[in-house]
């Protein structure tokens, strides 16, 4: 490629010199209108007034193409050497020749120097919103602002609904001791005189506890039981050894004869029933017996249940959410996993009789809170003590299935309450199945209710007497 290149310019170069040459001999000094010979060096190098005067045969820098017409169209036509250069130029020009091969690419020339800046442009539209970006570090805490001014009040709201009657005020302290009473005066006669009865006092503190007594004699021994059952024979016991042989004994004996058996007599009346004698003394102790054999298996005796579940469970945060179970994640025990500490729900594991308590520490707000069995509530508890308790127990029967937790009215009564110095609790125990026997594997669950968590009215589940256990 680069020998292909070399080549090419060396024919460019030897073409450019013919060319040059030929220019040459076809521009040979000429007269010009004044009888002066104009030869290529005044041409290119003449003077003002030279150039002037030819400008003037040219048409004042326009070309004007008599002359030139003239000379050629003449009828014996001159020699090249007395034909005007320029009208060779314009009337003889050559055939242009073949494109050349795009040459290599020159060198980078250097950087031009930076422009001017331009004008500032219009602003362009806004772009689309992009995609949210990674949560950020939590910030420092700022300062608290300025209290801001106090708004407008506002208009006076509808009277609002008649609310529930509160619970009784706890019992108050008592009051200070009255002032002693006016001396009375002695009567005439100076007997006294029994005034009416005061008023009962109150009750003194409990006493302390008393030292215990002196142990007490011994009772009387008590009669002697009557015989028990006679018992399974036993297994026959192994063979003794054998006994020494005794000494032959004399033998002074003769037998009869056997007699005739005799006749059966008639048999004779039943004879009247005798008076009840008198008792007689009790006689001494006798000697104690031997133990009799054993006696029938009796019959069986209460079940013990073979099925335990129980729950307790604290509060991990204060002021829960309305209309949701409360959740009590800080879990104590849990056997065996019946208690849910995330949803706060308890499922029955068995039908039978259920125990459940709960008490909560109540502060900065009301609390209002209900167990809740099933979707309804069965007992409810209030409490606007500033730093109060609010606590319940209820025993219920509950069949398989069956779900039991604790909710609050609304954000407004949720004041219950937890800290490193004050714990809120929820416990609860299966205390009697009706059933004896472990569930089967097969024995599977109902399918758990449904309904909406909200306040509602006091549900009180029908009265269920527990069956007997069976064995």
């Not at 019946?338 to 308890?346: A, C, K, Q, R, W």
Request: net charge negative.
């Amino acid at each position: 490629m680069a020998r292909l290149t070399c080549g090419l310019i060396m024919q460019s170069l030897v073409v450019l010199l013919l060319e040059l040459s030929m220019c040459w001999a076809m521009y040979p000094p000429v007269a010009d209108m004044g009888g002066r010979m104009l030869t290529n060096d005044s041409l290119m190098m003449g003077d003002m007034g030279d150039m002037g005067g030819l400008e003037d045969m040219m048409g004042g820098g326009d070309f004007d193409s008599t002359y030139c017409d003239m000379l050629l169209n003449s009828p014996v036509p001159p020699t090249a050497d007395q034909v005007p250069w320029f009208c060779i130029c314009h009337s003889c020009k050559g055939t242009p020749g073949p494109k050349g091969d795009r040459g290599d690419r020159g060198l980078p020339g250097r950087p031009g120097s930076p422009g001017r800046r331009g004008l500032t442009g219009f602003p362009g539209r806004p772009g689309f919103v992009g995609r949210p970006g990674m949560k950020g570090e939590k910030g420092d805490e700022g300062q608290k602002g300025d209290r801001g001014a106090p708004g407008i009040a506002g208009a006076k709201g509808e009277r609002g609904f008649k609310g529930e009657k509160g619970d009784p005020g706890s019992e108050g302290p008592m009051g200070p001791e009255g002032p002693k009473g006016v001396d009375g005066e002695c009567p005439e006669f100076c007997e006294s005189v029994q005034g009416p009865p005061g008023e009962p006092g109150l009750p003194g503190s409990a006493g302390p506890r008393g030292l215990p007594g002196v142990q007490g004699l011994a009772g009387p021994r008590g009669d002697k039981g009557d015989k028990g059952d006679e018992g399974v024979a036993g297994r026959p016991g192994a063979a003794g050894p054998k006994g020494e042989q005794g000494l032959e004994g004399d033998c002074n004996c003769v037998d009869g004869a056997q007699g005739d058996p005799g006749t059966q007599g008639p048999k004779g009346e039943k004879g009247n029933k005798g008076d009840q004698g008198v008792g007689g003394v009790m006689g001494a102790v006798g000697p104690k017996g031997e133990v009799g054999n054993m006696g029938m298996m009796g019959p069986p005796g209460p079940c013990t249940p073979a099925i335990q579940s129980a729950f307790s469970a604290a509060l991990a945060f204060s002021f829960p959410r309305p209309n949701l179970p409360v959740p009590f994640t800080n879990v104590l025990y849990n056997r065996p996993g019946n208690f849910n500490p995330t949803l706060g729900i308890y499922t029955a594991p068995v039908n039978g009789t259920y125990v459940f308590t709960y008490h909560l520490s109540v502060f900065d707000r009301v609390l209002k809170v209900g167990l809740f069995y099933n979707f309804m509530p069965v007992v409810k508890t209030t409490e606007t003590a500033e730093l109060g308790t609010a606590s319940q127990t209820v025993v219920l029967h509950m069949n398989g299935g069956d779900l039991v937790w604790l909710q609050v009215k609304d954000s407004l009564t949720n004041g219950a309450y937890t800290s490193s110095d004050t714990s809120s609790t929820f416990s609860g125990y299966l205390l009697q199945p009706d059933n004896c026997d472990l569930p089967f594997s097969r024995d599977f669950l109902p399918a758990p209710p449904r309904g909406e968590y909200q306040w509602g009215d006091i549900f009180y589940p029908e009265a269920v007497t527990t069956p007997t256990p069976t064995p």
